[in-house]
């Protein structure tokens, strides 16, 4: 490790004590940063590096909300404001049992460089609470955002922060919280993204983020002249971001053979069709339901309960071309990365945050496969937040092709400045380094022009 590197994660350690996802992802970034920071002394100067892995404010708060049996129960929410160096903090709510404030940090951390490829004004910022939605009723998850709003409304605000769905947080939960908002507010604005669509929200805003991982990766494909046409998929996950992929996978000819939640996998060697995504959609965001019901539904298909002995995770154990990880962090390992390369992936494009370890990452740079970052390849979501914010703004709203274009010329320029810095900073190909590299300077640039604050 260079001295820049190990000086910095000494220091993000001691101030971020038992925060791992937070050192993984700290870390990552400034190894690409090193092959910036030898060219260019009046960055590490101006301790622009040390400035960034600390964040602006972070805001904790209790949430006590009361259950259908009229049961008191006491969440902690959080909100991070990364960094606003070039706009608005900007970035998801996640509500699940293992949110704290390293995943959230972590996430937050991600979410600056993120946002600063799309090519948009957005800062980075992340949120969210230790609340589990499922199996609550829907009057129960009401009550909880609704009082996570009555804390987080006075830090918000369109050109603030402007926080968007996550993890447990889709179009139900942005509409009870922006319910609250507004009647707290008094104000109809653009405070959150994803709204639904006679209310705000914007034409692709759903599918986006799984669109755009798989339009990220058609690019990743065409750099060696090919394309999804007859590639079989692994998908991980049966959430948002999933689904969309699925679907886009299917509109560009290729085949996704797996999905999946937090109990197992289904894989289904005949392609989840249209159809049959259909009832994938209805089963996860109309009846809640578990991904085991595929298989007893559809009998080409076979389930995998989730076995916690296993040191790897079997759905990345097909035979396959391409893998978009679309669930959570670290779902794929170094051993799951040996078996995607053995099984003949050679494409992965991350849709979910850093949901491969560093070992995993490791293995994908070294065999030299196209291996699209999440904060590149995942970026068509906020992407399209931003979206959502201009047609806000301006008080107009885009047809659905306008918006789905923009999302394809946005991937395309993400992949082209990524690609480009890699090269530039003499790792092609590479495009960890690249996304890692493209993001920070844009940002860096901004905090050295606006003076030391
Ligand atoms: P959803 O809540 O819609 O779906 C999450 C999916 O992942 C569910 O199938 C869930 O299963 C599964 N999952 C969650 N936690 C775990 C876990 N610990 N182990 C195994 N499976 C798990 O979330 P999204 O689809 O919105 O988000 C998925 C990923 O994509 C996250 O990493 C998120 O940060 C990232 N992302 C999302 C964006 C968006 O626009 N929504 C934008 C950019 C990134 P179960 O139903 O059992 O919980």
Redesign the pocket.
Known sequence: MSSFVSEIMAQVKAKNPSEPEFHQAVQEVVESLQLVIERHPEYRKAKIVERIIEPERILMFRVPWMDDRGEVHVNRGFRIEMNSAIGPYKG?LRF?P?VNLGILKF?AFEQVFKNSLTTLPMGGGKGGADFEP?GKSDTEVMHFCQSFMSELFRHIGPDTDVPA????V?GREIGYLFGMYRKLRNEFTGVLTGKGLYWGGSLIRPEA?GYGAVYFAAEMLGTRGQSLQGKTCLVS??????QYTVEKINQLGGKAVTV????GYVYDPEGISAEKLAFVMDLKNVRRGRIKEYSDKFKSATYTPIDPKLDYNPLWNHKADCAFP????N?INGKDAQNLLKNGVYVVSE???MPTTPDGVNVFLDHRILFGPGKAA?AG??ATSGLEMSQNSMRLSWTRDEVDARLHQIMKSIHKAAAEAAERFGTPGNYVNGANIAGFIKVADAMMDQGVI
């Open positions: 998801g699940h293992s996430l499922k769905g996550d993890i447990g889709g983020t996950g049966s959430g948002n971001v999933a999946s939640d937090s109990n679309g669930a959570t962090q779902e849709g979910a945050n995942n979501g906020v």
